[in-house]
């Protein structure tokens, strides 16, 4: 059965210039042991998408509209809260960026991993104490039972964000949401992150959902990828036809503006303008605005997402073959 | 734009006749550590610890590094944001680091900076147009033509100058740092120090604004120090670059050298821990890297890469390598190239 399953899912915020969708028709699938990362800039709807899995949509104001989030065949927007308590920490964990404020400060990190075994695990104490220091001893820690005494202040951001993976672990969950787990962390702590966050989907065959906005990770981590956009998919594939044959002019120009260590450009491609904003969106399709290849076809109708490759969908007239680049 | 930028990679410090436009000297910056109701000092911290390079004419230096190593420190003291504790920093020729308050005006209008967050950097409470003139109204400048002169700048970094009557909210984070590098232009400087002026954007934008940085480069003929954590962006916008280390210069020379053959052990390390760009590229050489960043206020004795080096020497552990020339322009604080 299909790990995770998330199928048109709509997520709206009202606002007061009324109700604002973030995330629009967003469909995807995850398996055991596979990572599927969801790429996009500020403001494409992918961390919201991460939330809404969750059941953790900022309240009040927001809301999962329509869709459905499938867990092993059970739907999770229509479970009730008590249910979503025990999914949670169990079954579906979740890295964040900020590991400064996703630790409770006044908390030992004995104490923090610990709590999670005990509400979800029912161990007692001093078994809960054994188990946290060996999870502290598989995400990299050489002195964890020292490190169980002390305090997150007491930690680099790197340690701490691997005492969040260690929380994360602690009930053996099938799907791990990590959202820009290494988005604060210094490149070489970056490393020893990706590097641990691999070997943990081998040895637990759980399924990574990873949100990032680093094509660099992506092309470390993913098997499947997901690119958004103004909160729409705009593209899907596997991780390696996405960077030999990206389809979208999004993604195309994405994958271009970033500078790279091998190969050096003089000048570097970038796309035109700004993210439109959410209240504010083109009428046709929502990359119009700032596309190389628009043509009035863009700017009239919105496009579906379709099989374009074997494997691999976009969101656009061009990928599908019903407009052509104009010659220049 | 092309020729201009190839001359500027092959001016080195070993070759060039040039006059540097900034020298560094032994630049020293310390921090007291202090503690309890005295606030008596119990330690110091060594941001800066003995950097010395020089910035020719026309060319962008890099200076990278992670966190905590003392580049954005090296940056604002270079610029008298902060008091240098020891060392020297000669300014076209003359020697700012001593100079009083009053002194520097002269200076400052040639050396600005682009700070990284354009959310905290610009006053909330100004209008664009208001934050423009500033700089001309704190010298003095161009009374009866300033707006003039805004919407000039407002134009040459790409934005319309209708909007300068709002507010900093009311642009993106990319505009928003067009505006920052608009009023860092704004007294036509001869250097900017740019602390990390891309990393809040997205990368959309961001290379952007590495464009339009390139683009003023060439027309005002400015010299940058660009000062980042990005490898490849540092790549890219970089002639020579300095890699730092808790506090020390550890490495120094042109981008081709370091990329193509990275002597020091940390810099090896750093690059081989960049995400690959490719999935199917592998990486058999990765290096990686255990333990943390020592504490600044307590650097290691000897080298101070000396916990984490995996080619660490008993030598290492007790002195402490001095920036040598190894080859030409290629400088390197290492004991295995002694």
Not at chain 1, 127 to 149: M, N, P, Q, T, W
Not at chain 1, 226 to 233: D, F, L, R, S, T
Not at chain 2, 110 to 129: A, C, E, H, I
Not at chain 2, 259 to 266: D, G
Request: charged share 20%; aromatic share 6%; glycine share 6%.
């Amino acid at each position: 059965m299909t790990l995770l399953d998330v199928k048109n899912l709509c997520t709206e915020f009202k606002s007061k210039r009324g109700v604002v969708r973030v995330v629009d028709d967003v469909s995807f699938s995850v398996e055991r042991g596979e990572t599927l990362a969801i790429v996009g800039e500020s403001g494409s709807g992918k961390s919201m998408t991460s939330l809404s899995i969750m059941g953790l949509v900022p309240q009040p104001g927001g809301r999962i509209a329509s869709g459905q989030i499938l867990l092993e065949g059970s739907d999770l927007v229509s479970a009730p809260k008590e249910a979503l308590y025990q999914i949670r920490g169990a079954d579906i964990a979740m890295v964040f960026q900020e590991p400064m404020t996703s630790l409770n400060p006044v908390l030992t990190i004995g104490d923090q991993i610990a709590e999670v075994l005990i509400y979800h695990k029912h161990l007692s104490r001093s078994a809960a104490r054994l188990e946290s220091i060996e999870l502290l001893k598989r995400v990299g820690f050489a002195r964890a039972e020292s490190l169980y005494d002390e305090y997150p202040h007491q930690l680099s951001g790197g340690m701490r964000q691997r005492v969040m993976i260690a929380i994360a672990l602690s009930c053996n969950p099938k799907l791990l949401i990590a959202d820009e787990p290494t988005t604060a962390l210094d490149v070489t702590v970056q490393a020893q992150i990706l590097d641990l966050l691999r070997r943990l989907s081998a040895d637990y065959d759980s399924g990574i959902l990873l949100i990032t906005h680093d094509l660099g990770v992506v092309a470390e981590l993913a098997d499947q990828v997901v690119v958004m956009y103004a909160g729409q998919i705009v593209e899907q594939a596997a991780v390696a036809d996405l960077f030999d044959y990206p389809q979208h002019p999004y993604t195309q120009g994405l994958m271009a503006s970033v500078p790279r260590l091998d190969g050096d450009v003089k000048r570097l491609t970038s796309i035109a303008g700004n993210v439109p904003s959410p209240d504010a969106l083109p009428r046709g399709c929502r990359f119009s605005t700032r596309c190389p290849h628009a043509q009035a076809l863009c700017v009239e109708q919105a496009p579906e997402l379709k099989p374009v490759r074997s494997g691999q969908s976009a969101r656009c007239f061009l990928a599908e073959g019903r407009i052509f680049k104009e010659a220049s | 734009m092309t020729a201009q930028r190839q001359d500027a990679t092959t001016i080195t410090p070993s070759t060039e006749t040039a006059k540097p436009l900034l020298e560094v000297k032994n630049l020293k910056k310390y921090f007291a550590v202090k503690s309890g109701v005295l606030q008596r000092t119990v330690g110091t911290i060594k941001a800066v610890d003995d950097v010395s390079f020089s910035i020719y004419p026309g060319e962008t230096l890099g200076l990278v590094g992670e966190s905590g190593c003392g580049k954005s420190t090296t940056g604002r003291t270079i610029i008298r944001l902060y008091e240098p504790t020891e060392g020297q920093i000669i300014f076209d020729g003359e020697d700012v680091s001593q100079q009083s308050e009053r002194h520097l005006a002269h200076f400052r209008r040639n050396m600005q900076m682009v700070f990284q967050d354009p959310f905290s950097s610009l006053n909330p409470r100004k209008t664009v147009g208001t934050l423009l003139a500033e700089p001309f109204s704190v010298h003095g400048l161009f009374r009866g033509e300033r707006q003039h002169r805004v919407d000039a700048l407002m134009e040459t970094v790409g934005l319309n100058p209708a909007l300068k009557n709002r507010y900093p909210h009311e642009f993106s984070g990319g505009q928003r740092q067009r505006i920052s590098i608009a009023r860092a232009l704004a007294l036509r400087p001869k250097l900017i120090i740019g602390d990390e002026p891309v990393s809040a954007l997205d990368v959309s934008i961001q290379s952007q604004v590495l464009n339009l940085m390139a683009d003023l480069q060439d027309e005002f003929e400015l010299t940058y120090l660009f000062i980042a954590h990005d490898l490849a962006v540092v790549k890219h916008i970089s002639d020579r670059i300095g890699v730092m280390y808790l506090g020390n210069l550890v490495e120094l020379t042109n981008k081709a050298n370091l990329y193509r053959e990275p002597l020091h052990p940390y810099t090896q390390a750093l690059l081989s821990a960049v995400p690959k760009s490719h999935p199917n590229e592998s990486r058999p050489d990765r290096v990686l890297l255990q333990g943390e960043i020592p504490s600044p206020a307590n650097p290691p004795t000897g080298c101070v890469f000396n916990t984490r080096c995996p080619k660490a020497m008993d030598h290492c552990r007790q002195a402490k390598p001095t920036l040598i020339e190894h080859k030409p322009d290629h400088w390197i604080a290492c004991h295995l190239y002694d």
